[in-house]
């Protein structure tokens, strides 16, 4: 016969296959439990009289199991379709479950609320676009390491590098060089220096004469000065035959104009003015100067001289 | 008796490898080591046929040798060394592999969608984001790409979906999306879309290597870098290629000597970005005056130009696992390919 409470304290304290101890509490994993924790008044196995609900595809049913059928487990459930529209499932549960202890009813009504909740988010999440979460076999994984590896060493992608830029050069006959050979650049620095000193010292002599002698010494001077700002450039210059009229003996150096590319006005300017072998130190400066400025300073000079 | 058949059947398998000739006489009763039973004799077996062998490798090796000293002594020519057998000398024959004069190639060029980026009409503008959980390295890592890819913007994802971000980089006249997507807080894969309606590029990234991680890294600097595609060949390949040099200007600057390099092997697509330089090898005579470099290659044939190679920036390695044609759209797109794993069965086949 149905005895409740002997049911209750056998499952218990001795063994219930659902039930599910965690830090937290004792849970209960029976399918038509109502509340998921394992109580007294929560076990559907220990009261005779029973209401749950449960979901099928979207669809709440009520299930409830009375004393009278607890001889007959094949048809010990009464389901109950409830309606989705929220207020009226609730009706619908009150009308099926009129007399039935307060408890029971309050927790029936409890979950009802809780499974509407997570069908809505459900919908909801089902909208969106979700990442799929995939798997991928260690062995894939592994293989495609080793392959890796074994391509990276026979691509040998320094050498084939270099190879493509030396070839893109022969091919491309760049007209202008876009990279300075170091030696050239240093002695081309050291002559600047000297000729920037032997300038500077120029100026010292002629500042006093200029007081006295008008017209050609100040034309000299300014052609100096303008050669000063110009014989960087000059020097720089390519095929510029007037580059020729320049008087200053150095710079009819032995190895010809190289054109020389800075990396910013700025730092040309800079580089005239200081003339010092500060640049020296990075091996990957281009020297480059502006066209327009050198074409304005030479005609500047042409028309002065 | 049976130890007796054993020998004697082991000692014709070892002579069938020796000798060709006595190799065609014995091919019916030729037995492979494997196929004998007892561990012992198996093992023993084997030792001497490997020992053979390798007997075998030295003398014809010594043989190559003596041919060589032999022709240089006589001054001929010596015989030409053997070409080694590598993986891609053996690759499987693959019907795509474009063609220097492939008419539909050059049609089909001008057809695609990346045909506008690079007559020039447009300029790139790339946006780049994130899948919607962002770790530990991958803003390292996008920081980096931002400085790499010229014209490169950086937007945060918050959690749009992709497609509405697409619509937003159309209306905004982006020309390619980049996703950089996290797993295991490291960046583990690349989703390149060019827009409009361009084709989607899956991509698996893998050994990534930041710019301070790199010893003796450069900096680089804001010059338009060039781009080096090697090793491209199929047409998927070349598609592939494409779609890398479309995320590029197309008026390099020459001045900056920066080069960003995508090349190819086996399949996978390695990523480095250098800043080089060209320097002449000096040889005694050529102390030379402002000639060009490429003067002096002509000028003394022991005189070579050389570059130089700084590398900066970062470097990976990705490898395609699905090409799309469209934007992105899993549950509707079209493929144009995806990898499958029967696809890796052959060690000799590749598709890029």
């Given at each position: 016969m149905q005895n409740d409470e002997v049911i209750w304290q056998v499952i218990r304290h001795k063994h219930c296959s659902f039930m599910a101890k965690i830090e937290t509490g004792i849970f209960c994993r029976n399918p038509y439990n109502v509340t998921g924790i394992c109580n007294r008044s929560s076990c559907p196995l220990a009261n005779s009289r029973y209401a749950t609900i449960r979901e099928h595809d979207g669809v709440f049913y009520l299930y409830m199991k009375t004393i009278e059928r607890a001889h007959m487990p094949n048809k010990l459930w009464e389901r109950v379709k409830l309606p989705s529209n929220y207020e009226k499932a609730l009706e619908s549960i009150d009308k099926h479950l009129m007399y039935w202890p307060k408890l029971l009813v309050h927790k029936t009504k409890q979950r009802l609320t809780k499974m509407t909740q997570m069908r809505i988010r459900m919908r909801k999440l089902a909208l969106k676009t979700r990442e799929k979460i995939m798997t991928t076999p260690r062995k894939e994984k592994k293989r495609e390491a080793r392959r890796e590896e074994k391509a990276e060493k026979a691509a040998l992608l320094e050498k084939s590098i270099e190879k493509e830029l030396v070839e893109r050069l022969h091919n491309r006959?760049?007209?202008?060089?876009?990279?300075?050979?170091f030696k050239e650049y240093n002695k081309l620095l050291e002559m600047e220096e000297m000729q920037l000193a032997v300038v500077e010292e120029k100026e010292d002599e002629e500042e006093p004469e200029i007081e006295y002698v008008e017209a050609g010494d100040d034309l000299e001077a300014e052609d100096d000065i303008e050669d000063f700002g110009g014989f960087v450039m000059d020097h720089i210059h390519?095929?510029?035959?007037?580059?020729?009229?320049?008087?200053?003996?150095?710079?009819?150096?032995?190895?010809?104009r190289k054109r020389v590319r800075k990396e910013s006005a700025a730092a040309s300017k800079k580089l005239s003015r200081d003339g010092s072998g500060a640049k020296l130190k990075k091996k990957r400066v281009l020297v480059e100067v502006e066209r327009e400025d050198a074409d304005g300073r030479r005609k500047a000079a042409q028309d002065v001289a | 008796m049976a130890g007796k058949r054993k020998k004697s059947d082991g000692e014709e398998g070892g002579g069938g490898e020796d000798e060709p000739v006595i190799k065609k006489e014995k091919t019916k009763k030729e037995i492979l080591p494997s196929m004998i039973k007892n561990k012992d004799k198996r093992s023993e077996i084997h030792a001497k046929l490997q020992h053979q062998k390798k007997l075998d490798k030295r003398k014809r090796a010594k043989a190559r040798d003596a041919a060589i000293k032999r022709a240089l002594e006589l001054g001929e020519e010596p015989p030409a060394p053997k070409i080694p057998r590598t993986i891609e000398n053996t690759r499987e024959f693959d019907e795509t592999v474009c063609m220097p004069d492939d008419e539909e190639l050059f049609a089909g060029n001008d057809a695609d969608e990346f045909s506008s980026i690079m007559n020039r009409e447009r300029t790139p503008k790339i946006l780049i984001t994130t899948c919607r959980f962002n770790s530990t390295r991958g803003p390292a890592f996008i920081s980096e790409l931002l400085s790499v890819i010229p014209n490169a913007h950086y937007y945060k994802r918050?959690?749009?979906d992709l497609k509405k971000i697409v619509e937003y980089a159309n209306n905004k006249e982006f020309t390619s999306i980049i996703v950089v997507h996290t797993n295991r807080r490291e960046p583990d894969a690349l989703l390149v879309m060019t827009l409009p309606n361009g084709p989607t590029a899956h991509f698996k990234l893998s050994n990534l290597v930041l710019r301070k991680d790199i010893k003796n890294h450069g900096n680089p600097t804001s010059h338009e870098p060039e781009l080096i595609l090697h090793g491209f060949t199929t047409r998927l390949g070349h598609r592939v290629g494409r779609l890398f040099q479309s995320l590029f200007p197309q008026d390099p600057d020459f001045h900056g000597r920066r080069v960003v390099t995508f090349h190819n092997q086996r399949d996978f697509i390695f990523f480095r970005h250098h800043r080089y330089v060209f320097e002449t090898k000096e040889?005694?005579?050529?102390?030379?005056?402002?000639?060009k470099t490429k003067d002096a290659k002509d000028k003394v044939s022991q005189e070579k130009i050389k570059a130089r190679l700084q590398e900066c920036g970062p470097k990976f390695t990705l490898k395609l696992i699905s090409l799309q044609?469209?934007?992105?759209?899993?549950?509707?797109g079209e493929y144009e390919w995806v990898h499958k794993p029967e696809m890796d069965t052959s060690r000799r086949r590749f598709f890029l």
């Open positions: 006959n760049y007209d202008e060089i876009y990279n300075y050979p390519t095929d510029d035959d007037n580059v020729g009229m320049d008087e200053d003996d150095e710079e009819a150096e032995p190895h010809s | 918050g959690t749009y040889t005694k005579q050529t102390d030379s005056k402002g000639t044609n469209g934007t992105f759209d899993t549950k509707g």
